[in-house]
Nanobody, 124 residues
Framework: QVQLVESGGGLVQAGGSLRLSCAASGRTFYSYAAGWFRQAPGKEREFVATISASGGNTYYADSVKGRFTISRDIAKNTVYLQMNSLKPEDTAVYYC?????????????????WGRGTQVTVSS
């Protein structure tokens, strides 16, 4: 397992942008796929975006496709989520997650390591 710490959340107006960062501990993070999930009050935690260990493959939820970009810096053990054209519906706690293995998936249950989350609030 790895330890994950998210940062970069905050309050932004609709149409604005935020970049979330996920810092991972350990020197073996290069062998983990990673992703972002979000959870609004009273709702299930849902898939947002995932990325393979190499960074060569990415997947996005339909609701964020074209607006969000997931990336990673292997040397820095960091995963990012660039969020543009934010909507009030994007308001949620965003969680970084990681799974062993090179391939990315969109299934929450396959991710064994989780950060504590960072709040993103989009005002109208």
């Amino acid at each position: 397992q790895v330890q994950l710490v998210e940062s970069g959340g905050g309050l932004v107006q609709a149409g604005g942008s935020l970049r979330l960062s996920c810092a991972a501990s350990g020197r073996t993070f290069y062998s983990y796929a990673a992703g972002w999930f979000r959870q609004a009050p009273g709702k299930e935690r849902e898939f947002v975006a995932t990325i393979s260990a190499s960074g060569g493959n990415t997947y996005y939820a339909d609701s964020v496709k074209g607006r969000f970009t997931i990336s990673r810096d292997i040397a820095k053990n960091t995963v990012y989520l660039q969020m543009n054209s934010l909507k009030p519906e994007d308001t949620a706690v965003y969680y970084c997650a990681a799974k062993r293995g090179l391939a990315a998936t969109i299934e929450r249950a396959s991710f064994g390591s989780w950060g504590r989350g960072t709040q993103v609030t989009v005002s109208s």
